[in-house]
């Protein structure tokens, strides 16, 4: 027995002197591979905010790789305007596609302001064959190669009452559905040509500037984006560019459901905002000329994923606040009014494949 346990114990030291040998090596790559990943990580975050920052330099110069005209395609809001505003300071001549009536407010004010010239085009008139070979021509004279969707920004949610069952509400659905499409023709026609120009841009903008209820902001978002996905298909000679203000949901798992202290909890009554002191959720939320700044800064870097950098900063700041923090408080629960049988109807509801047939409450939020 005492062989067996002498036998054992030099089975022990030997292993113990044959590890020890290596123990150090092995320390040494642990602590290596773990200062390189942290440099790289260091190494990307510098570089990616030094990449937004140093654009504030080079904005007119990338603006002026795509010539000397640019399209501007939405609805009258903020953020549109603004955008406008920033393109003609940088010396771009604009051709903007809108659906407001008639007016020479535009080519007076710009022409007057920057002293750059804007041609309008109403999109309820790309109703023929001649308005779109007129469209179409205007587009190759000027050799358009950057365009800006702003489509899908929207300053307030509109609450309409579309019943199916009223005239009212089906001539409203009808008018909606027949302008949403003139400017899905015109995004489409102006994709057609950006395709056969080699290293044109295409930017998306979204934003929603309406303070009110937290379903409308989901809502409006769902359908920008199902409507600018569809029919938006990438192309090798257009090069795709994205800007959203804020998150729309917590796509990336960051919601413990086991507990209130995830950065998800957090990030979400941001969004609310509720509990919150006001400067703060303003950098989450940025005003249109804020956003429209950041967001021309970005133009033309394919490596840039956000128009907006404090909320990069933001999220990581969420990760080490206490949920016990003076900025937060307790969310105020908003009061459901019970739905009766006359508040439910049909609508209409546009999807990245279609338009489906759905049953929702009375109120309803249109991004137009």
Not at 152 to 176: F, H, I, N, Y
Not at 260 to 280: N, R, Y
Not at 282 to 309: A, D, E, N, R
């Amino acid at each position: 027995m005492a062989l067996v346990v002498d036998r054992a114990e030099l089975l022990i030291n030997e292993v113990c002197r044959f590890c020890g040998k290596w123990r150090d090596f092995f320390a040494i790559i642990g602590v290596g591979v773990s200062t390189y990943c942290l440099y790289c990580a260091i190494k990307n975050s510098v570089c990616s905010i030094w990449e937004h920052f140093s654009g504030v330099f080079t904005v007119k110069r990338r603006l002026e790789k795509y010539g000397s005209h640019a399209v501007v395609i939405g609805p009258a809001s903020a953020i549109r305007n603004e955008l406008m505003k920033k393109l003609s300071d940088n010396g771009l001549h604009l051709i903007l596609v809108h659906d407001e009536p008639p007016s020479d407010r535009y080519q007076t004010y710009f022409e007057f302001q920057y002293a750059r010239q804007i041609t309008t085009q109403n999109v309820q008139n790309l109703k023929t064959d001649a308005a779109v070979f007129d469209y179409r021509k205007l587009l190759s004279t000027n050799s358009i190669k950057l365009m800006f969707d702003t489509t899908c920004c929207v300053d307030q949610v509109p609450c309409m009452d579309l019943s199916s069952e009223t005239a009212l509400g089906r001539k409203k659905l009808r008018e909606w559905f027949e302008k949403d499409a003139r400017f899905r023709l015109a995004i489409l026609l102006t994709r057609q040509h950006l395709a056969s120009k080699a290293g044109s841009l295409a930017v998306t903008v979204v934003s929603c500037q309406n303070s009110g209820r937290e379903f409308f902001k989901r809502k409006i978002f769902e359908e920008s984006i199902a409507r600018l996905l569809y029919l938006s298909q990438s192309n090798r000679a257009i090069m795709d560019q994205y800007f959203l203000p804020w998150r729309l949901q917590n796509l990336v798992p960051l919601y413990d459901p086991f507990g209130d202290h995830s950065p998800g909890k957090k990030e979400a009554d941001i969004a609310q905002g509720v509990g919150l002191l006001p400067t703060l959720y303003s950098f989450w939320v940025p005003k249109p000329i804020t956003y429209v700044t950041h967001l021309l800064w970005s133009v033309g870097q394919s490596s840039i994923s956000t128009g907006y950098l404090p909320h990069t900063f933001l999220l990581w700041c969420l990760k080490w606040l206490p949920l016990s923090c003076p900025l937060w408080t307790q969310p105020k629960q908003e009061q459901e009014q019970p739905s009766t049988s006359s508040d439910n109807f049909h609508i209409w509801r546009l999807s990245e494949g279609g338009i489906v047939h759905t049953n929702k409450c009375r109120n309803f939020a249109f991004s137009h």
